[in-house]
């Protein structure tokens, strides 16, 4: 008798033991299958999303640069003010700036973006629809002496980028604040 109450208690733990190793088995692959579809969601909506530079013009009396950005991607961009932009100087004395956003109402201080008015008869000014233009309104604090290169990266919420080169910005000048 005492032979198989072992048994039996050997078999129950055996059972046990592989019972939790196929839960916890079925919830690593849960978890990995749920990691694998965010994954894929998130690189579907990077792959229907689209930014280009069209034109970048140098405005030397208001030390900005107006940078016509065009979304050919298939969804719409939102929100604009999530978008970041980055101005590096290659070469030059100036470091790389991240311009913070502000809108068109607060009026432009030194290393901030807006969009520049008019939309153009867009309804939502906040949402880049697919196919649709927005000019984007840098303005820099540039206090060395020369002509300077910069180089202008435009990134979506999302991770997408838009690179663009630029010369011909006259230094030194300063944004009104």
Do not use: H
């Amino acid at each position: 008798m005492s032979v198989a109450l072992v048994t039996i208690l050997m078999m129950g733990m055996f059972l046990t033991g592989f019972l939790l190793l196929w839960q916890n088995f079925n919830e690593s692959a849960i978890a990995m299958n749920d990691a694998f579809r965010v994954s894929a969601e998130l690189e579907r909506g990077r792959s229907r999303t689209a930014l280009q530079i069209e034109d970048i013009a140098v405005d030397t009396e208001a030390c900005s640069l107006d940078v016509e950005i065009v979304n050919v991607g298939l969804d719409p961009i939102a929100p604009i003010s999530g978008i970041e932009v980055i101005v590096s100087f290659p070469g030059g004395l100036s470091d790389s700036r991240v311009l913070t956003y502000k809108r068109n109402g607060d009026g432009l201080g030194l290393d901030t973006w807006s969009i520049k008015p008019p939309y153009q008869n867009d309804i939502e000014p906040v949402i880049a629809r697919p196919g649709s233009s927005l000019v984007l309104r840098l303005a820099l604090d540039l206090p060395e002496i020369g002509d300077t290169l910069a180089s202008v990266l435009i990134a979506t919420p999302n991770g997408i980028t838009a690179t663009s080169e630029v010369s011909g910005i006259i230094t030194p000048c300063s944004a009104t604040a």
